[in-house]
């Protein structure tokens, strides 16, 4: 995607406030004043916000001749006026649009709704209609949308759930389905091993491809100079929206609104700072504790950690108001992030460059689902809800992904999230971790094992390589040559535990571990055979009695380690130049476990990494290269806010040769004691609230 002009390389700070409002009461956005809304923009110090067009409600904010207008701006153009102040005050407007969900447009065209495998429509219980982007008359109305809002002088549009909410059934999916593929018939169980069903998957996540494309093609068409991103904050989520790390393509650069916890926040802004076309993404919360609380604001404290994690991963913080339904804002939410705002700001001149990343988590968007679960009617995700039951929460992939983001943060190893999109640029990575993917390509095995042969160093977890995206599970690992084992079946007790190798103990791994209480693994084990010239780093060590049958134990309450067979756990395998770990479980998964799981990076790792540092495991770390600088970014987002102050923190940072200049604490700039030793630089980081950086100036 064409780099145009940039605007969102330097706005940092940036402002949505959501206007889902309805025009049932002649009350609602009567109060509406422009002046107050850019004011509040003004007051943040706001370098972008995101105005609407129209809504999730479907009525727009402007005069329509292919809409319907919201009835209570009595004939004033919303959209004209506050766009218009914004550019008085240099900020960017980026114009909102709701794609899929549009209340008035399906209200007034039933046929466009989408509907569910039983005929009803995808809205039968909730509050938010569902327009199909396989209707033509549809589209036909989008584009006319599109041409309105690009007669505007913007600089952005946005467009918002690019997304499956239900799997659609209506009649234009099944006339589309019919012709891509030939079946008569869509299919209504989900199962992952069947290539009906996976063909399926595929082609519902090419058609959010096309609805994107031809949204962005009409952008381009009307108005050449404007940017363009469509909301992926769905991209880790469930299978069921429907979006893969390929919607970058339709993209000038990736923003994503997300409400989750530290460890999510942490993932997400590692994630979209590789998967962007073009720096720099957005992160974007609300100031509200969750969107459906409209008077319950987060505390400064939770803003200002999400900010700063957004931040020390190199990108543009994005919070969400709400506006009231009369049309007024809520001011204090504006005072706060006015002093937010204002305190990042001083670290504006020292961002940019590019983060040195030694391992990398290759997140597989092909892999957000439950094997288990395969066999599951369609209708049991419907009746489940669009987000938040166990059917839509289970993600083996997922799990093991955070759970490996969580043990590298907190043992302060330099790594990034990466996904589809990189897999042309893996030699940059010392590491790449494949945490039990469930589902992968053709082109991603192949690039795998292109990457160990030319040397890389690959760590794989469980199921990866065993079932690919066409619907088909085969009888061996499809990189059994790269791991060196074959796949054996898996162990009958889902509970079981991995020890020391029993024939040649192998230091720094599995340290401090007594072969007699190996580690617990909560799950099965897959079982292989090791090929001549692969090493077992560990053993898989079962319970007395299978943990299924519940009429025979041995402890009444426990599944004690009883049976050592030899089995191998965690295997070494050279290929090529390059060298594979795989492992019988997802160690990484197992949050008791994530020291270990360090150590085992580490440990394979051979290389020196690009930082240490003995700070406190709620300190992540971020390292940036900016010509002759490099530029340290430490944050801690505690998981009870206010963060505890940190203090005295011990760093080492690889100097690859080159000769020190000074070390300076950002952004007073004040000078830091350092000292040169075996190829790094050591200084002390003297005080951490939430966020710092450190910099070091090369000769």
Request: proline share 4%.
């Amino acid at each position: 995607m064409k780099n145009r002009d940039g605007w969102y390389n330097h706005a940092y700070r940036r402002n949505v406030i959501d206007m889902h409002i309805t025009d049932l009461d002649e009350s609602f956005l009567s109060q509406f004043r422009a002046e107050q809304y850019v004011e509040m923009l003004e007051k943040v110090g706001a370098q972008s916000a995101v105005i609407y067009t129209q809504s999730h409600v479907g009525l727009c904010n402007y005069p329509t001749k292919s809409g319907e207008f919201h009835k209570g701006f009595k004939g004033r153009d919303m959209f004209k006026d506050v766009s218009t102040l914004c550019r008085e005050k240099g900020i960017k407007v980026v114009a909102y649009y709701s794609i899929l969900f549009n209340n008035w447009a399906v209200e007034k065209h039933p046929e466009w709704s989408m509907k569910l495998s039983d005929g009803n429509p995808s809205h039968i219980t909730g509050r938010y209609k569902h327009a199909c982007p396989n209707n033509a008359a549809y589209r036909a109305f989008l584009r006319e949308q599109i041409k309105e809002i690009c007669s505007y002088e913007i600089d952005d549009v946005r467009f918002d759930m690019t997304f499956w909410p239900c799997v659609c059934y209506c009649d234009s999916c099944r006339e589309r389905y019919t012709k891509e593929t030939g079946r008569e018939v869509m299919p209504e169980v989900v199962d992952w091993e069947d290539p009906v069903w996976a063909q399926f998957q595929t082609k519902r996540e090419e058609w959010i491809i096309d609805i994107a494309k031809f949204c962005t093609d009409a952008v381009r068409e009307f108005a050449p100079g404007v940017s363009v991103e469509h909301q992926v904050g769905p991209v880790i989520n469930n299978w069921r929206f429907g979006i893969s790390s390929e919607l970058r393509n339709e993209v000038d650069f990736m923003q994503a609104d997300f409400y989750g916890d530290e460890m999510q926040a942490m993932f997400v802004n590692k994630f979209l700072y590789n998967i962007t076309p073009n720096p720099m993404f957005g992160y974007e919360t609300s100031s509200n504790l969750s969107l459906q609380d409209h008077t319950s604001l987060k505390s400064r404290d939770l803003l200002k950690s999400k900010l700063c994690v957004s931040m020390a991963n190199g990108g543009a913080f994005v919070f969400i108001d709400a506006i009231d339904p009369v049309g007024t804002i809520n001011t204090p939410v504006y005072d706060v992030m006015a002093q937010l705002f204002e305190e990042a700001s001083v670290f504006d001149k020292y961002r940019g460059g590019k983060m040195r990343q030694d391992v990398a988590i290759y997140f597989c968007t092909n892999s957000k689902m439950d094997l288990a679960q395969n066999g599951t009617p369609v209708s049991e995700y419907a009746k489940a809800g669009v987000i938040g039951s166990d059917l839509e929460g289970s993600m083996p992939h997922l799990t093991a992904s955070l759970g490996a983001c969580d043990a590298l943060s907190r043992h302060h190893i330099p790594f990034g999230i990466i996904s589809y999109a990189q897999l042309e640029e893996l030699s940059q990575f010392k590491v790449i971790i494949l945490p039990e993917i469930l589902v992968m390509d053709y082109d991603e095995i192949e690039a795998m094992r292109r990457y160990v042969a030319e040397g890389g160093i690959l760590y794989a977890s469980k199921n990866t390589s065993l079932v690919t995206k066409d619907g088909v599970r085969h009888d061996n690992f499809l990189l059994s040559d790269v791991f060196g084992v074959d796949f054996g079946g898996k162990t009958e007790s889902d509970f079981t535990y991995i020890g020391p190798a029993a024939k040649e103990p192998v230091s720094g791994i599995l340290n401090g571990v007594n072969p007699k209480y190996p580690l617990a693994i909560h799950a099965d084990q897959m079982q292989i055979r090791m090929h001549d010239d692969t090493k077992a780093l560990a053993d898989i060590v079962l319970p007395y009695t299978n943990s299924h049958d519940l009429s025979v134990f041995a402890s009444i309450h426990s599944n004690p380690p009883g049976v050592w067979n030899g089995d191998a756990a965690i295997t070494e395998h050279a290929f090529g130049k390059g060298k594979a770990y795989y492992c019988t479980a997802a160690l990484e998964s197992e949050p008791h476990l994530r020291t270990h799981f360090a150590d085992l990076i580490k440990y394979i790792c051979k290389e020196p990494l690009s930082f240490e540092s003995d700070a406190h495991p709620v300190v992540d770390m971020t390292l940036f290269e900016d010509g002759d600088m490099l530029r340290l970014n430490l944050v801690t987002f505690q998981k009870v806010l206010p963060n505890i102050p940190l203090y005295n923190i011990c760093v080492k940072v690889r100097t690859d040769g080159k000769c020190v200049k000074a070390v300076r604490h950002l952004p007073e700039e004040n000078l830091l004691d350092w000292k040169e030793k075996e190829g790094y630089v050591e200084f002390v980081i003297p005080y951490l609230d939430t966020f710092t950086m450190a910099e070091i100036e090369f000769c």
